[in-house]
Every structure is written in structure tokens, then in C-alpha cells.
């Protein structure tokens, strides 16, 4: 299925009629996020326009090679001095989820708001979402050749991370033939396919396999052998010298389990909040289960910060998916 007309008509005029503009992603980004965030600028220099890219927070060390990478601010680090009346949101399901950044959005700011989960609820003043899509930087791809842009090898390759990283290096049920035809075009531009699944999907660093370790250790599941769950905690955070990014891909491993159909990773954050992600075989919408949290994603993957402590937030959560299954 392809991205409304209507929806990238509006978008393009969105980008041409403005100026100064403000390009956001979601907390603690992913491979799609920060190349979202990469092909909106690259976009942006091809058009001539100012822009400034952020974060809340520092971007996966992994997705350095991404073209001008090491100008997405760390505003952790390197706060603004000023606010932005046009703002361009991408891979931000609600818009809670852009963080801190808020804070650099003028009162009365306009957005363009690109995203692909289905429980987007159209925050901007122009929307442009596509939840048939398996990465918001598939709709980016579909909006560069609307806009009859030539691409690069540059911008190529920040969309193909997007593609890679978000259907599982191809795997998952999102991987459908319009994003085949998407990356077989984008490969044609010098992409090093083989190359970004090394480094994407198979590398692992030694923090990453201590934690991993860690979360492990600690596997549950439910009576029945249908929900899988590990948690990490602060300590074990601290213990093992990982990062955020390290902990991506562990929920998988739960879900992995011959006869689980709902993997589960539950972080906590402090002693009152825990971040749950949500992996589906599936028969469950698991992002039915984190909307009843304030949380939201896809249906077979899905996210919620909860309030509480890890114990209570699990069976929470457990008991919530078995009325799901």
C-alpha cells in the first residue's frame, strides 16, 4: 500500500513554505529513529533549508557511519538557547514520546508529524503516517521520490538502516514487497547491505553479551509457556558497563521460546518506574496491551513506561496479556 498523496502533498508543502526548522525523534532512538532523523536533514540540505537535529539523549555509538550522525545534538549534553516555531517529528508515536525536546517547541509551534505506528494520534499540524509501513523511513523513501529528489548513497544508506533495523533484517511480517523493492533501489546506490547486518544485527559488544547474560539469568514463564519475560535493573545496568542501545534485541529472546507467544524485557528505571517492551508471535496486539498502560507501537511490537515498582508492574502486565491470549 502506498503513502496517502494527499498526506505527502501536504508534507512537501510543509517543507517548502517553512524555514529554521527543528527535526526531533523519539526517546532513546532506534536504527529507524536516527535515520529518519538523518534523511529529514539530508532532505532539508537538498532543499536549501536551516535545520537543527536533536535528541534527549545520545544516539546508538553503532549508527555513527550514518551520514552526518555527529550532528544529532545530545541534549543532555548541549542544551538550546532558543525555540523553533517548525518542528519535524519522526518515528514519534505520541507525542510524549519526543522527550525533553519539548522544550525547544515555540508555543504556538507547527509540526509536521511522520511516523508509521498505528496508534499515532495525529499530533501535528500536518500529519503524514502510514501505518501499513514497516519503518518511518519507509515513508521517507516514498516522500524523497515524490518529491522527485535524486538520492545518494548517503541518504540511501541512512534509509536502508531505517528498513533493516525495523522489519529484523527483513524477517518480520512488515517486510513487505513494496520495502523489498524499496531496498533492492536503495542497494543500487552503493548501499553495503551484507555490511549493515554485520554490524546491525550480528555484532555484539561485550557489555551487550554481560547484560544479555544478566537478563537471562532471570527468564520466567507464565504456567502455560505462552509468555516469556527478563528484567534488567539499575545495578545490573551499572555491573556490566551496558548502555541503553545494549539492551536492544534482548526481548527477543524470551519471544524466541518454542510456544511463547508474547515476549516481554522489563527495565527499571528508578524505584518508582519500569519500561516494559513488548514482542508478539502473533495472536496478541500487544500494542492494544501497552495503550492501557499510556504506552502504544505495533502490533506485534509495542513499549509502555509504567509506574510502580517491578514486581507489581509484572504481574500487571502478565495478567493483562493472559486476557489477551
Request: glycine share 8%.
Amino acid at each position: 500500500m502506498q503513502t496517502n498523496e494527499q498526506e505527502l502533498r501536504d508534507a512537501q508543502a510543509f517543507l517548502m513554505e517553512h524555514d529554521d526548522f527543528l527535526v526531533v525523534s523519539h526517546v532513546q532512538p532506534d536504527g529507524d529513529a536516527v535515520s529518519s532523523t538523518l534523511a529529514v536533514g539530508w532532505l532539508l540540505s537538498c532543499l536549501g533549508k536551516n535545520y537543527t537535529m536533536v535528541n534527549e539523549g545520545p544516539i546508538p555509538r553503532r549508527m555513527s557511519y550514518l551520514w552526518h550522525a555527529d550532528q544529532i545534538i545530545d541534549l543532555s549534553e548541549n542544551p538550546l538557547e532558543t525555540t523553533y516555531k517548525h518542528v519535524i517529528c519522526v518515528d514519534c508515536a505520541d507525542f510524549q514520546r519526543v522527550g525533553q525536546t519539548q522544550k525547544y517547541f515555540a508555543e504556538k509551534a507547527h509540526i509536521l508529524n511522520i511516523d508509521h505506528h498505528p496508534t499515532n494520534d495525529a499530533y501535528g499540524s500536518v500529519n503524514l503516517i502510514h501505518p501499513k509501513a514497516a519503518a518511518t523511513a519507509e515513508i521517507l523513501f516514498d516522500l524523497i521520490e515524490f518529491m522527485g529528489i535524486e538520492l545518494t548513497e548517503d541518504v540511501a544508506t541512512a534509509l536502508y538502516t531505517g528498513l533493516l533495523t525495523d522489519t529484523g533484517g527483513f524477517r518480520y511480517s512488515n517486510t513487505t514487497p513494496k520495502v523489498m523493492a524499496a531496498a533492492s533501489k536503495l542497494l543500487q546506490y552503493g548501499v553495503d547491505g551484507p555490511g549493515l547486518s554485520e554490524l546491525l544485527l550480528e555484532q555484539l559488544t561485550y557489555p551487550q553479551l554481560r547484560v544479555l547474560t544478566k537478563a537471562l539469568n532471570k527468564l520466567q514463564l507464565s504456567e502455560d509457556g505462552t509468555i516469556g519475560w527478563v528484567s534488567i535493573t539499575p545495578e545490573d545496568m551499572i555491573e556490566t558497563g551496558a548502555a541503553n542501545e545494549d539492551l536492544e534485541g534482548i526481548v527477543n529472546y524470551p519471544r524466541n521460546i518454542q510456544g511463547v507467544e508474547v515476549g516481554m524485557l522489563f527495565k527499571v528505571i528508578n524505584d518508582n518506574a519500569v519500561k516494559v517492551s513488548l514482542r508478539s508471535a502473533g495472536k496478541v496486539d500487544v500494542a492494544a496491551v501497552a495503550q492501557s498502560f499510556g504506552g502504544g507501537g505495533h502490533v506485534r511490537a509495542a513499549g509502555a513506561r509504567i509506574e510502580g515498582n517491578l514486581e507489581q508492574i509484572i504481574k500487571q502486565v502478565v495478567e493483562r496479556v493472559k486476557v489477551q491470549l
